[in-house]
């Protein structure tokens, strides 16, 4: 029987218990403390890990994430999950009771269940090796014990670039495998000047790279503008440039009239809030705080948009006006309308 269900039957067999004998149950108020007119809850159930506990007898004031608990002879402990001692994850169900002090009560436990260890994530790690040691090495700054639990394929070396599977533990990240790449698996990102275009050999912050049919070429590329770089290190050493994408060149402006056939959810509700998607004449343009808009935009009606196109990037609306006097049958359309979303 699984924890849960253990738990489940425990918890209805002590409310059981509790109402056969005249005491209130109320579950936790999701609010912490209850309105004013509700009682205060009896009975309370809380997650947390054991902070501390007295040595020797489970009898006692447990500490369980900030919480203390009285633990008395009548608390049921279920260890079957794994001992319940400091640092352990519990579930504790416990009854509020009168303190000695006048005016404040205090929690005596119930149950307290230990859970499962909850199992970590792993994460993935990619770079170079800086430095290796016989437990653990150095990859992007990180620190990463390893050992003979640790698969590794590969000849693991300082300056191998290598793909790490690791989990964090309490001594820090562990690597569960270790996998050393290829030099033709490594990619590498840099920006630069174009200084040459060539073909197929581009020149770009002092670089050679190699431009084939698969690269994505974001902009207008001219020599003496600035391109960010994203290229495949090959086993010879060369790169392939994979995407180019120029950086500081002007943006080109487009304009158009067309019929509103959408605007963001909830643009009648906030007046003078028109941030979001809109589609004009069957192009998609964004709205931003930025954008001037002139009139009340409503589907249906024309409006006259400009907007800068940047490479690769969506329409951000400078300017938006609502041609609220034109009949919408002379506007011209600049494309094809599309279907409404």
């Known amino acids: 029987m699984s924890w849960k269900k253990r738990f489940v039957t425990a918890f209805l067999l002590l409310a059981s218990l509790m109402l056969a004998s005249g005491v209130e149950v109320a579950l936790a108020h999701p609010g912490g403390t209850p309105p004013i007119g509700v009682p205060p809850r009896r009975v309370v159930s809380f997650r947390g890990a054991v902070e501390s506990r007295p040595e020797g007898t489970n009898i006692g004031p447990w500490v369980i994430s900030g919480r203390t608990v009285q633990v008395v002879e009548s608390t049921r402990i279920d260890e079957t999950e794994g001992p319940a001692e400091v640092s352990a994850r519990v579930l504790a169900v416990a009854r509020r009771v009168p303190a000695t002090d006048p005016g404040e009560v205090e929690l005596e436990a119930i149950v307290i269940c230990v859970l499962p260890p909850s199992p970590e994530r792993p994460i993935t790690i990619r770079g170079r090796v800086a430095e290796l040691e016989s437990t653990s090495l150095v990859v992007n700054g990180l620190t990463i014990l390893y050992g003979a639990s640790t698969e590794i394929t590969g000849n693991l070396e300082v300056g191998a670039y290598v793909k790490i599977r690791a989990v964090r533990t309490a001594e820090g990240l562990k690597a569960l495998t ?164």
Do not use: C
Not at 200 to 228: N, Y
Not at 241 to 252: R, T
């Open 178 to 341: 270790i996998e050393v790449l290829p030099i033709n698996d490594r990619i590498i990102e840099f920006e630069g000047i174009i200084e040459q275009i060539g073909h197929p050999v581009w020149v770009i912050g002092g670089r050679q790279v190699t431009v084939s049919r698969r690269t994505r070429i974001i902009g207008h590329p001219e020599e003496e503008l600035s391109a960010r770089v994203r290229a495949q290190v090959k086993s010879n050493g060369d790169l392939l440039a994979l995407v180019i994408e120029v950086q500081n060149e002007e943006p080109e402006e487009v304009e158009w009239r067309g019929i509103i056939e959408w605007l963001p959810p909830g643009v009648a509700a906030r007046p003078l809030h028109y941030y979001g998607r809109w589609v004009v004449g069957g192009r998609s343009v964004q709205v931003t705080p930025r954008t001037e808009v002139h009139g009340t935009p409503r589907i249906g009606l024309a409006a006259h948009v400009v907007a800068p196109r940047h490479p690769g990037k969506p329409l951000m609306a400078q300017t938006i006006r609502i041609l609220n006097a034109e009949p919408v049958e002379t506007l011209p359309q600049t494309v094809t309308p599309q279907a409404q979303p």
